[in-house]
């Protein structure tokens, strides 16, 4: 069985920074992409960066600039460092993964989420 875990939410004032990981453990053959989501109280889940196994990234316009998304292949681990956070920030993180397992395949999973708060 495959597994998602993000740590590293929290609270933070405006202007601030927060350092989010997500370790995938279990039957991984390969990871294809990763992914960061967030999803404000009363409003849909948005992708807010991706990165594949080439190291190819993409950004949500309103983070460009302010968050990085990078990967460790050896820990099998994504991390999104949030720079200049304000207010619009403020929501669920939710890691996802393409995954590949043997001998099933191909699979997307989530982790169970981590809470960001911006808030003075």
């Known amino acids: 069985q495959v597994r998602l875990v993000e740590s590293g939410g929290g609270l933070v004032q405006p202007g601030g920074s927060l350092r989010l990981s997500c370790a995938a453990s279990?039957?991984?053959?390969?990871?294809?992409?990763m992914a960061w989501y967030r999803q404000a109280q009363g409003k849909e889940r948005e992708l807010v960066a991706r990165?594949?196994?080439?190291?190819?990234?993409n950004y949500a316009d309103s983070t460009k600039g302010r968050f990085t998304i990078s990967g460790d292949t050896a820990k099998n681990t994504v991390y999104l460092q949030m720079n200049s956070l304000t207010p619009e920030d403020t929501a669920v993180y939710y890691c996802?993964?393409?995954?590949?397992?043997?001998?099933?395949?191909?699979?997307?999973?989530w982790g169970q989420g981590t809470q960001v708060t911006v808030s003075s």
């Open positions: 996802n993964a393409r995954i590949e397992t043997y001998p099933s395949g191909s699979s997307d999973y």
């Open positions: 279990g039957n991984i053959f390969r990871i294809n992409t």
């Open positions: 990165i594949t196994n080439d190291g190819t990234t």
